[in-house]
């Protein structure tokens, strides 16, 4: 009996003018921004996007010396997210240019999580998933408290650090600085969270838009485990969004001690303690309650019109510490030292800003103030570079 010679699959090699329109993609930059800061004429920027002409390595390496990117980035494979898949916590508005950037960053940083994951054969996440076509409350209750168990998280008690527990799990966490000008806040332009699981045995990711409160940030992701729990095998759900925020709420807060702490009777006052203790908003805490039939619609209402004169529907009281990542940060160091960025930036094949935005030191994570996420970001550096080149 003869045995057939596996054929080798072909790969496509690497696409200079794909690279190149990524490259731009990820730093926010069009052609003729790109021009400027290069010196490489637009329309030899344009001619190598759209495969009308061959790149030269002189242009490509102007422009990598122009954006401090390697000059390995144009030859990498893309990555082998299906962007179609990624899911969005995010505003009906944000635009699409916006949210096209976003989806570059977070290609090129999950290439990045699954390369540091693989060389440290750090474990895939255990986490539950769903596969059935329609899910009621009580599925996505049920989903949730497995989720807790798979994170090692008791079932009925607040969970202190959700990003620690995550990350111990294999569910890396990464803060995604974009920044447009240095005198201005992250651009986050109505996106908070956005999320990736190739399923069983693959690595998987969670991006965050940093800035929020605490509190808004720990349901942001608890939002997008919702979306890996959920939808990894159930992608075309209409209703996805509303499920993962039923998951959220249910993880962050079981509806047991859910039942046992909220009721009709119970005022902002009390709704302030169970932020403190849950870490979850006032505002999310009402909506739980309401989703689980302990206070009525009346009630509700009420509630949220006595948030609004207060002036807490935007700024609650009490506040919720945010948690800081730590796992690719721990894992770029293991391999690349405890100043990993160059190094790291020259083998992963990114610009180094990147890293340092999804990937920051403990103590870039803990302060993360205005002046240092500006002064991380790629956009940022691209123009402080092209103004040094000019001088």
């Known amino acids: ?40 004429k637009q329309s030899w920027i344009s001619q190598v996007e759209t495969s009308a002409r061959d790149a030269t390595e002189d242009g490509l390496r102007a422009i990598a010396d122009a954006t401090d990117t390697p000059f390995g980035f144009f030859a990498v494979q893309p990555t082998t997210v299906p962007l179609d898949s990624l899911r969005f916590r995010k505003r009906a508005s944000a635009s699409k240019v916006l949210t096209r950037r976003v989806k570059t960053f977070y290609a090129e940083s999950y290439r990045v999580n699954e390369a540091l994951v693989a060389a440290e054969n750090y474990p895939a996440p255990p986490l539950p998933y769903a596969t059935a076509e329609e899910l009621a409350r009580e599925d996505i209750e049920e989903l949730a408290a497995q989720t807790r168990e798979a994170l090692r998280l008791a079932p009925d008690k607040p969970i202190p650090h ?5 990350e111990r799990s294999g569910v890396a966490v990464a803060p995604f600085v974009l920044t447009d000008d240095p005198d201005e806040q992250p651009v986050a332009g109505g996106h908070f969270g956005v999320s990736y699981w190739g399923g069983l045995g693959e690595p998987a990711l969670i991006g965050y838009f940093p800035g929020s409160q605490g509190d808004r940030e720990r349901f942001t992701l608890a939002h997008e485990v919702g979306h890996l729990v959920l939808h990894t095998f159930r992608p075309r759900v209409a209703n996805a969004e509303r499920e993962a925020d039923l998951f959220a709420s249910a993880l962050l807060m079981p509806r047991e001690r859910a039942e046992e ?37 009346t009630r509700r209402r009420s509630l949220f019109v006595q948030l609004s004169s207060k002036g807490w529907r935007k700024q609650e009281p009490v506040n919720v510490g945010r948690e800081a990542p730590l796992l690719l940060w721990t894992l770029l160091s293991r ?41 991380e970001s790629p956009i940022v550096a691209v123009r402080r570079i092209g103004q040094a080149k000019g001088s």
């Open 335 to 375: 391999k690349f030292g405890q100043r990993p960025y160059r190094p790291a930036a020259e083998a992963l094949a990114v610009p180094p800003t990147m890293l340092r935005s999804i990937a920051p030191t403990p103590v870039d994570a803990t302060r993360q103030t205005r002046d240092e996420q500006a002064a």
């Open 1 to 40: 009996m003869t045995t057939k010679k596996k054929r080798a699959i072909p790969m496509l090699a690497a696409s200079p003018g794909e690279r190149l329109r990524t490259l731009r993609d990820l730093l926010g930059l069009t052609q003729e921004q790109l021009e400027n800061i290069s010196g490489v």
């Open 162 to 166: 959700l990003t620690r527990a995550l």
């Open 261 to 297: 702490n909220i009721s009709e009777r119970a005022t902002l006052r009390e709704y302030a303690r169970l932020k403190a203790t849950w870490g979850v908003s006032m505002q999310a805490l009402i909506q739980r309650g309401y989703g689980l039939d302990l206070i009525g619609e």
